[in-house]
Structure formats: structure tokens, C-alpha cells
């Protein structure tokens, strides 16, 4: 069983950037995907941002804007956010096949 542990939400000012990391315990296949989602008040959850050694992607409306990086030797997966948007509030998630964080709070406010 793999066990996932998000840091680095918080609050921030529209313009404003944070890093999300997520630490990764159990045995973590470099070829498969670790994803950061996330979920608003009241939307379902999407996601956000995804990495392997095959393949990066990211939704549309943060292409640009975030950055997901890999340490396959730590097994940790980083979110870089820039630009934040009030739109980008929301829980944040991280996921690894079957198994999932308990998320980490973003709030973009002025």
C-alpha cells in the first residue's frame, strides 16, 4: 500500500506563486503516473497535473501557469504554481494509481 502525504498549501494573493509537494512511501514504479488533483467547493475533482517517465500532462487551464517535477529517487512529486488565479482555490490532492493523499488547501484571495 502506498502512502501519500501533501505540504505547502496555504493562502496567497492573486499574481502570487506556492509549491506543493507530495511524499510518496511504498513502491513507487517510475513508468506510472503520479497526478495532482484537485476539487473546489462544490465541482468535482479534476486534475491538475501528471507525471511519469513516459509522459507529462496538465489540464488547459493551468498549462503555462504550473509545473510538475519528479525526484524518482525520494519519491516525491512537486507542484510549482505560478500566477495563481482565485479560480485555483481548491483542495489539493495527490494520487498515485489507487491511493490518495488527504489533500492539502490552496486559497488564492485578496
Known amino acids: 500500500q502506498v502512502q501519500l502525504v501533501e505540504s505547502g498549501g496555504g493562502l496567497v494573493q492573486p499574481g502570487e506563486s506556492l509549491r506543493l509537494s507530495c511524499a510518496a512511501s511504498g513502491t513507487i514504479l517510475p513508468i506510472y503516473f503520479m497526478t495532482w488533483y484537485r476539487q473546489a467547493p462544490g465541482k468535482e475533482r479534476e486534475m491538475v497535473a501528471q507525471?511519469?517517465?513516459?509522459?507529462?500532462n496538465y489540464a488547459r487551464s493551468v498549462k503555462g501557469r504550473f509545473t510538475i517535477s519528479r525526484d524518482y529517487d525520494r519519491e516525491t512529486a512537486d507542484l510549482l504554481m505560478t500566477d495563481l488565479k482565485p479560480d485555483d482555490t481548491a483542495i489539493y490532492y495527490c494520487?498515485?494509481?489507487?491511493?490518495w493523499g488527504r489533500g492539502t488547501q490552496v486559497t488564492v484571495s485578496s
Open positions: 494520487n498515485y494509481w489507487a491511493s
Open positions: 507525471t511519469s517517465r513516459r509522459a507529462t
